[in-house]
C-alpha cells in the first residue's frame, strides 16, 4: 500500500488536524483573556488614578501617586509625551516602554505614566509558553496518532497477511472486539471454502477414476475392431472415430485427475512450450482437412515452463481444436510470444453468454458459434487457474477470436 493512502497515516493526520484545530481554538481563547487582563489591570488602573489626581491638582492640593505613577499637568509635560492622542497607549522614551494615559480637563491637558508595570514581561512569558505548549502538543499528537494507528493497523495487516498466504491459523481469533469477530468471520469463510475445494477435489478424482474402466474397454473394443484385416470399412472407419474419442476423453480424464491432486504433489518438469504447440497443431491438421481452412503453426520465440505437460498438452490443444472445430473457412494460426500461446481464428467469435465470462462488454448474435466454448474452454480456463497463468479472449480484427495464455513470469523463469 502507497505511504500516502495508509490507513495509519490518516489517522495520524486527523490527530494532528485535532490538535492543530483544538489549539487555534485555544489560542484565540488565550488571547482575548490576555487583552482582557490588560485592560483590567493596566488601563483601568491608569483611568482610576487619573480619575484621582486631576481634581485635587485643579483644587490646589499636592497630588501623591502610587508608587511606579506619576502624574503630569500642562506644562510640566515631559517633551516626549506632549500632544498624545486621548486615551491609553505604549510609548517608548529612550528605549523604556511606558504606558500612559492622556487626557484633558477644564485646566488643560494631563497625562498619567505607569513607569514600573511587568505587564508586557508577563504578556511575554505568557505568549512563550503557549508557544512551547502548541509545540508539545502537536507533537504529542503526532506521537499517539502514531502509536494508535499502530496498534489499529498492525493486527489488520497480520490479519490480511494470514488471509492472503492461506495460514492453517487465522490470528486474532481469541479477541472479544471487532478485529476478533471479522478474524473469526475470516475463519468460518476460509474454513467452508476449503471443505468445498476437498469435496470438489475429491468428486472430480472419483469421477474420473470411475470413466477410466469404462473407456478403457471402448478403446480396447475400437483397437479390436481396427485390427481385423475383413472388417467393413465404414466400420473401420467407425471405430478409427471411437478410438480418436476415446483417447481424447481418457487424456481428458487424465487432465481431471491431475487438477484434482495437489500442485505440490505432482512432478513439474520443464516442458518446451515450442514442442507442445508444434505437435498439437500437426495432430488437429485432420480436423480441417477437407474444409476451406488452412491450420498454420507461425512460430515465435520459443520458452519453456515447469508444469506438468499433461495439462499444458490440454491447455493449448483445445485451444486450437475448438478454433478448428467452429472455423467454418478462412485460417487458424497459432504463435508464441514473449511467455505467451496465442491462437487466432476466422471463425464466428463468442456467443453472449460465453463472452461475458471474459468480462467483455460486446455485443453477439445469440446461437452463433464459438472458437473455444463448451467443455474445452471450461478445462482451459480450469487449467490456467491451477498454473497461476491468464486466458485472454479478444476480438480478432476483421471477425473471429483470438485466445492467449499468458504464463507468469514464476513459470517462465523456473
Avoid at 491609553?88 to 508595570?117: P, Q, R, T
Avoid at 508557544?131 to 493497523?153: E, K, N, T, Y
Avoid at 474402466?213 to 478403446?219: E, G
Amino acid at each position: 500500500m502507497k505511504p500516502r493512502n495508509s490507513l495509519r497515516r490518516r489517522i495520524a493526520v486527523a490527530y494532528l488536524l485535532f490538535a492543530l484545530g483544538s489549539s487555534l481554538f485555544l489560542a484565540a481563547i488565550a488571547i482575548a483573556a490576555v487583552e482582557g487582563i490588560e485592560v483590567h489591570l493596566v488601563d483601568n488602573r491608569l483611568a482610576e488614578a487619573a480619575a484621582w489626581a486631576a481634581p485635587r491638582h485643579a483644587g490646589g492640593l499636592p497630588v501623591g501617586m502610587p508608587a511606579g505613577l506619576s502624574f503630569h499637568h500642562g506644562a510640566a509635560i515631559p517633551e516626549p509625551l506632549r500632544h498624545l492622542p486621548e486615551g491609553v497607549g505604549d510609548v517608548h522614551v529612550d528605549g523604556i516602554g511606558l504606558h500612559v494615559l492622556s487626557g484633558k480637563d477644564a485646566s488643560g491637558d494631563y497625562v498619567v505614566v505607569d513607569h514600573e508595570s511587568d505587564y508586557e514581561k508577563i504578556e511575554l512569558v505568557v505568549y512563550s509558553m503557549f508557544g512551547l505548549g502548541f509545540i508539545g502538543i502537536m507533537l504529542f499528537s503526532l506521537f499517539l496518532g502514531g502509536f494508535i494507528g499502530r496498534r489499529f493497523v498492525t493486527p489488520i495487516t497480520t490479519l490480511a497477511t494470514a488471509v492472503r498466504d492461506s495460514s492453517s491459523e487465522l490470528p486474532l481469533l481469541d479477541r472479544n472486539d471487532e478485529l476478533g469477530t471479522l478474524a473469526r468471520a475470516f475463519a468460518a469463510h476460509t474454513s467452508e471454502l476449503r471443505i468445498y475445494l476437498e469435496r470438489e477435489r475429491l468428486f472430480t478424482g472419483d469421477v474420473s477414476h470411475e470413466l477410466r474402466t469404462p473407456l478403457t474397454v471402448i478403446t480396447g473394443a475400437a483397437e479390436i475392431i481396427i485390427a481385423q484385416h475383413d472388417a467393413r470399412p465404414a466400420t473401420a472407419a467407425a471405430a478409427e472415430r471411437i478410438l480418436r474419442a476415446a483417447n481424447e476423453a481418457s487424456a481428458c480424464v487424465n487432465v481431471l485427475l491431475t487438477l484434482a491432486r495437489s500442485r505440490d504433489r505432482i512432478a513439474h518438469p520443464v516442458t518446451s512450450i515450442d514442442q507442445i504447440a508444434r505437435a498439437e497443431t500437426a495432430r488437429s491438421q485432420p480436423l480441417v482437412a477437407g474444409r476451406p481452412v488452412a491450420l498454420r503453426f507461425l512460430g515465435g520465440p520459443a520458452f519453456a515452463i515447469a508444469a506438468p505437460p499433461e495439462l499444458l498438452v490440454a491447455a493449448v490443444g483445445n485451444l486450437i481444436r475448438n478454433a478448428c472445430q467452429y472455423t467454418l473457412q478462412g485460417e487458424v494460426s497459432v504463435r508464441l510470444g514473449e511467455g505467451l500461446v496465442r491462437v487466432e481464428d476466422t471463425g464466428p467469435g463468442l456467443p453472449l453468454a460465453v463472452r461475458a465470462t471474459f468480462d467483455q462488454e460486446q455485443s453477439a448474435a445469440p446461437g452463433a458459434g464459438s472458437a473455444g466454448s463448451g467443455l474445452g474452454l471450461a478445462l482451459v480456463r480450469r487449467i490456467c487457474e491451477y498454473l497461476g497463468a491468464t486466458l485472454l479472449f479478444s476480438e480478432r480484427d476483421g471477425g473471429g477470436s483470438v485466445f492467449e495464455i499468458r504464463f507468469s513470469d514464476a513459470l517462465t523463469n523456473s
